[in-house]
């Protein structure tokens, strides 16, 4: 009788260990992943993506000018753009008419968004954009080569242009790096990419 409940255990806990490997992998892993990227930051307006590349159909490099070019990458205003060029359009667009497919937010909602950039301008003020993206000081990293090469904005960002707020997709840690750069033949001395 015992002898039997012990096989019957030991028998039940194999469905049950992978059980649990199973939501080890499907559940607990990806967080894991996950938390070694930045979680989505709050910004202070919520400017949505694909409003602008869908809906209005600007190229990423409208904003982003210096990412194609090089530029200088540490700081935020070298590659996000300042509220001047914000205000090529919104000095005319300046209440919303949303609603059309595709619009994430309510009017009442991208209008009050819409009025923070306007308020923005009018006090002269920059917009405090936090950073969704942040390698360490001691990393040299610069989008031009890698634009030369022929990545697009995707292969990193993921498909910036579909969402509302941007998040970081891919790890871009030392592992990744090095992997895609011995993938392509690219250097992989430590000091091309660190200072
Ligand atoms: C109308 C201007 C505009 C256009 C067009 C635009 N962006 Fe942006 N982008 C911004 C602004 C403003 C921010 C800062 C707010 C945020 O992080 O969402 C930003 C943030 C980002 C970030 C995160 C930067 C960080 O903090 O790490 C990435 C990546 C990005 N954009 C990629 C793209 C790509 C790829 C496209 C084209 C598919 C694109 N953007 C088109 C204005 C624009
Ligand atoms: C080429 C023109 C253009 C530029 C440049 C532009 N916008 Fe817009 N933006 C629009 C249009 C058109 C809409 C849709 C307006 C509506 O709601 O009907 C819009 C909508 C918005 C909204 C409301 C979001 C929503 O869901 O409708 C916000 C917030 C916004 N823009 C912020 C910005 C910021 C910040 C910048 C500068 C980084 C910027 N825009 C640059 C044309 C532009
Ligand atoms: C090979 C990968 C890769 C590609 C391709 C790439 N990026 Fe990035 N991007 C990064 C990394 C890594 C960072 C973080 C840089 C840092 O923290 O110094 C970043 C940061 C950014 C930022 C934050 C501000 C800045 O200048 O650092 C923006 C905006 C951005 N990328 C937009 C783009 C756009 C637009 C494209 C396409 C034209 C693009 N990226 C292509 C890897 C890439
Ligand atoms: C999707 C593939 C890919 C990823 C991801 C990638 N790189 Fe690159 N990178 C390349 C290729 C290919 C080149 C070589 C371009 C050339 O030969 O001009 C390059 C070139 C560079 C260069 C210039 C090297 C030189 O010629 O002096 C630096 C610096 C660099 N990468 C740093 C980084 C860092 C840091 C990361 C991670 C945050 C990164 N790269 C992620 C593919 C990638
Ligand atoms: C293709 C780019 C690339 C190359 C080549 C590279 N690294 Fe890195 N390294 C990175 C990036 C990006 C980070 C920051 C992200 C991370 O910690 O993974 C980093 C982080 C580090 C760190 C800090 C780790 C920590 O926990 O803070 C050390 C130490 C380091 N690298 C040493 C090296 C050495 C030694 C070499 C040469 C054998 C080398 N790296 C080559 C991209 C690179």
Known sequence: MGLNLRRVLIVASIPGSLFAIAIFITLVA?????????????????????????????????????????????????????????????SAVATSSVGAPGFKMDSAQAQA????????????????????????????????????????????????????QVVQVRSLNMGDCVGCHRANAALTECATCHK
């Open 113 to 164: 968004e819409i009025d923070k950039v306007r308020h923005a301008w009018q006090q002269q003020r920059a917009i405090d954009w936090e950073r969704v993206h942040r390698l360490p000081d001691h990393v040299r990293f610069t989008h031009e080569p890698h634009i030369q090469a022929g990545f697009d904005c995707a292969t990193c960002h993921g498909d910036v242009g579909s969402v509302g």
């Open 30 to 90: 990806p967080r894991l992943l996950a938390n070694t990227w930045h979680p989505a930051p709050k910004e202070p307006i919520a400017f949505d993506h694909s409003v602008h590349v869908q809906q209005v159909g600007l190229d990423c490099t409208f904003c982003h000018r210096n990412t194609a070019t090089g530029g200088a990458i540490g700081g935020m205003t070298a590659g996000i753009p300042d509220v001047q060029q914000c205000m090529f359009c919104h």
